[in-house]
């Protein structure tokens, strides 16, 4: 059990990382500069490469989390695909139009599903 929570939570950080290094090259690469304290308008390619770059997070973590358990892939990977869909979904529901920052309404709902779906997918993949 415990080598189970300690896989999906190495999976959980490893994720994160990848998409703070994602967003961190994004918007150098692809967002103008502005003031202290302001919000780049994003743009829908912006968008797009972040929604690309979530997935893959997450599927990379789903690969750290089944290989750290080891056992049912399946399950670790699913595991935490949930606690990356609860998660981003509670972020999305605590805002209160469900944005953050400038980012459109729909944008963490869905990288919420995104996260469900690559983890998810990391432990299908090694099922067989």
């Given at each position: 059990m415990l080598r189970s929570v300690g896989a999906i939570l190495a999976g959980f950080v490893v994720a994160t990382i990848v998409v703070m290094a994602g967003t961190l090259v994004a918007v150098a690469a692809m967002l103008p500069a502005v003031g202290p304290g302001q919000m780049p308008e994003p743009t829908t390619a912006y968008l797009a490469v972040n929604l690309g770059y979530s997935l893959l997070a997450a599927f990379v973590g789903g690969e750290v989390a089944v290989r750290?358990?080891?056992?049912?892939?399946?399950?670790?990977?699913?595991?935490?695909?949930?606690?990356?869909?609860?998660?981003?979904?509670?972020?999305?529901?605590?805002?209160?139009d469900g944005t953050q920052g400038n980012q459109p309404g729909w944008y963490l709902y869905v990288v919420a599903i995104l996260g469900w779906v690559g983890a998810s997918a990391a432990g299908l993949r090694r099922r067989g």
């Open positions: 750290l358990a080891r056992r049912a892939p399946v399950g670790h990977g699913m595991g935490l695909g949930l606690l990356l869909l609860v998660l981003g979904i509670g972020m999305a529901a605590t805002t209160s």
